[in-house]
């Protein structure tokens, strides 16, 4: 919700999607593109400039919700109704985990971001673990001006290359 507040400030038309509330099914390249939550979200994310990746770290990496919705909603049906909904976006990662050390987690899931759907993917990314939260649940202050320089980087991102000339599709 600290970046949802945040984009509101830098006038960003955002909203927050939240995997728990949507209840995508597993992936089976068939079915899953008639669920309504699968419509639901390649429409969102299709139709979107940018898009945050909010993840806690389990085991040196984002979280199986997130890499399942990417998968999905990435996806081409076999029918080539629609394209996968991620080409092209750009990404910021924010995580949080206990420890200091997991910082590199989501790179494997950014690496295929750029790789598959030729994605820009932010250098200014949020990562925060238990030592970044004062004792009123509160960000410290080195923290919260990671947040704000990682959105405002996220948001002038994507309106300079909103009129890029090119789109891109699965392609090697």
């Known amino acids: 919700h600290l970046c949802l507040e945040k984009l509101d400030t830098l006038q960003a038309d955002c909203e927050l999607i939240d995997l728990q509330d949507l209840q995508l099914p597993n992936f089976d390249n068939r079915t899953i593109y008639q669920t309504s939550a699968y419509e639901e979200l390649h429409q969102k ?8 990746f909010a ?3 389990y085991n040196w990496g984002c979280f199986a919700e997130l890499k399942k919705m990417v998968e999905a909603i990435g996806s081409t049906p076999p029918d080539k109704s629609v394209r996968g909904a991620f080409f092209d976006k750009v990404i910021t990662f924010v995580n ?19 790789l598959d759907f030729k ?20 960000l410290v202050q080195a923290a919260q001006d990671r947040l704000n320089k990682s959105m405002k980087v996220l948001v002038e991102l994507a309106t300079l290359l909103k009129p890029r000339t090119y789109t891109s599709n699965w392609e090697i």
């Open 119 to 138: 994605c820009i993917v932010s250098p200014y990314n949020l990562y925060v673990h238990n030592e970044q939260w004062d004792a009123n649940g509160a």
């Open 96 to 114: 949080s985990a206990g420890l200091p050390h997991s910082y590199m987690a989501y790179t494997s899931l950014a690496n295929s971001m750029m």
């Open 55 to 57: 993840s806690p770290v």
């Open 45 to 52: 994310i299709d139709h979107s400039d940018a898009l945050v």
